[in-house]
T-cell receptor, first 115, second 116 residues
Framework: EAQVTQNPRYLITVTGKKLTVTCSQN?????MSWYRQDPGLGLRQIYY???????DKGDVPEGYKVSRKEKRNFPLILESPSPNQTSLYFC??????????????FGPGTRLTVL | AQKITQTQPGMFVQEKEAVTLDCTYD???????LFWYKQPSSGEMIFLIY??????QNATEGRYSLNFQKARKSANLVISASQLGDSAMYFC?????????????FGKGTRLSVIA
């Protein structure tokens, strides 16, 4: 089954404790992206990756890191989480840009609370 | 710059009635795709329907149809024969096809409540 998986689905942590949210896709997609969703703000892009070892900042990258060592995985790293990073996080993947139909497939979401 | 506007924060509809959720967009790219996603209370993003900027006909998927008016830059979602399970947040989104980073730019969403 084609899918994007994220782990963990729910996480409560404390300020400053480093954490990683994993994301994996099995569709051989080149493009992967992380979004955060906050009430009243919709979804905003944090980081994206066009392919292995190619990553770049989205609209709200502060406080986050990513890596893309393998095509299927795109982990999101919070080196020192703060309460303003409490949010619902989505990983998404799609074929490379340039195709006319390039739906992004979303993972199930990770609900993060930073105390 | 891309921009998606959903002007209806919340909508109510009677079960079995049709409902239209509004979406307008702004882009200078002639090639783009428009998407609608449903987000139930469980939180996952469920893809509903897609419309390409060059598509001649309005997209349809079961009870969902997209009323695409390119000149007006609108892409309204029509849900026919509403069901209680349609109660959710609905997001309109756009992705430009030929830029380097093609994030899916979302509107702020419309919360639909279906009443029995």
């Amino acid at each position: 089954e084609a899918q994007v998986t994220q782990n963990p689905r729910y996480l409560i942590t404390v300020t400053g404790k480093k954490l990683t949210v994993t994301c994996s896709q099995n569709m051989n997609h080149e493009y992967m992206s992380w979004y955060r969703q906050d009430p009243g703000l919709g979804l905003r892009q944090i980081y994206y990756s066009m392919n292995v070892e190619v990553t770049d900042k989205g609209d709200v990258p502060e406080g986050y890191k990513v890596s893309r060592k393998e095509k299927r995985n795109f982990p999101l790293i919070l080196e020192s989480p703060s309460p303003n990073q409490t949010s619902l996080y989505f990983c998404a993947s799609s074929l490379a840009p340039g195709t006319s139909y390039n739906e992004q497939f979303f993972g199930p979401g990770t609900r993060l609370t930073v105390l | 710059a891309q921009k998606i506007t959903q002007t209806q924060p919340g909508m109510f509809v009677q079960e079995k009635e049709a409902v239209t959720l509004d979406c307008t967009y702004d882009t200078s790219d002639p090639s783009y795709g428009l998407f609608w996603y449903k987000q139930p209370s469980s939180g996952e993003m469920i893809f509903l329907i897609y419309q390409g900027s060059y598509d001649q006909q309005n997209a349809t998927e079961g009870r969902y149809s997209l009323n695409f008016q390119k000149a007006r830059k609108s892409a309204n979602l029509v849900i026919s024969a509403s069901q209680l399970g349609d109660s959710a947040m609905y997001f309109c989104a756009m992705r430009e096809a030929f830029s380097g980073n093609t994030p899916l730019v979302f509107g702020k969403g419309t919360r639909l409540s279906v009443i029995a």
